[in-house]
């Protein structure tokens, strides 16, 4: 059975950088997409970007100036990076193996993140 | 504004039966699978529909979906109080060139 474990501070400043990792158990990073993925506080979800072993990447289009998603298969976890935080990048933001499309099973169990001075 | 339009709100009594629409466009329902998630009260979601109409194992066949032209559909039957859940979908967008979700719709069982 595949479980996602993310994990990172819960607190960060403006203008500093999101960095959570996420620990895959269960499969091997190498077989799979992995994302991530946020909701704001009573808001919706939105995708981030998902990423794969060999390098390749795709992300949102509103955060990719933004963003990189990497990963570490000697200990099958993948990272997100967020740089220059504001106050509209406070969510819960949760890891997923994603395989096609709007395919993302299963999730982590998500890390709410505030972004405040 | 989600790139896919859902209700904010439904509701129904125990037993009876509730659709959740979900509507798009050409770039994202019209040419590709819908996908749909069932997110229980400070949960993570989790995957209930793929592929317009599969459900995974272990999801109850009270849960169904379907898709006509730009619009889908999720239909639960025989309500239940642990059905009282937000419900999204999603779909890949051509215009995107990523998945996008719908914002969501907030199901209560009376």
């Known amino acids: 059975q595949v479980q996602l474990q993310g994990s990172g501070p819960r607190l960060v400043r403006p203008s500093e950088t999101l960095s959570l990792t996420c620990t895959v158990s269960g499969d091997s990073i190498t077989n799979f997409y992995w994302s991530w993925i946020r909701q704001p506080p009573g808001k919706g979800l939105e995708w981030i970007g998902y990423?794969?072993?060999?390098?390749?990447?795709n992300y949102n289009p509103s955060l990719k100036s933004r963003v990189t998603i990497s990963g570490d298969t000697s200990k099958n976890q993948f990272s997100l990076n967020l740089r220059s935080l504001t106050a509209a990048d406070t969510a819960v933001y949760y890891c997923?193996?994603?395989?096609?499309?709007?395919?993302?099973?299963?999730w982590g169990q998500g890390t709410l993140v505030s972004v405040s001075s | 504004q989600s790139v896919l339009a859902q209700p904010p709100s439904a509701s129904e009594t125990p037993g009876q039966r509730v659709t959740i629409s979900c509507s798009g466009s050409s770039s994202n329902i019209g040419n590709n699978l819908v996908y749909w998630y069932q997110q229980l009260p400070g949960t993570a979601p989790k995957l209930l529909i793929y592929?317009?109409?599969q459900r995974p194992s272990g999801v109850p066949d009270r849960f169904s979906g379907s898709k006509s032209g730009t619009s889908a559909s999720l239909a639960i039957s025989g309500l239940r109080s642990e059905d009282e859940a937000e419900y999204y979908c999603?779909?890949?967008?051509?215009?995107?060139?990523?998945?996008?979700f719908g914002g969501g719709t907030k199901l209560t069982v009376l």
């Open positions: 999603a779909a890949w967008d051509d215009s995107l060139s990523g998945p996008v």
């Open positions: 592929g317009n109409s």
């Open positions: 990423f794969f072993y060999s390098g390749r990447t």
């Open positions: 997923a193996r994603y395989r096609s499309n709007a395919w993302f099973d299963p």
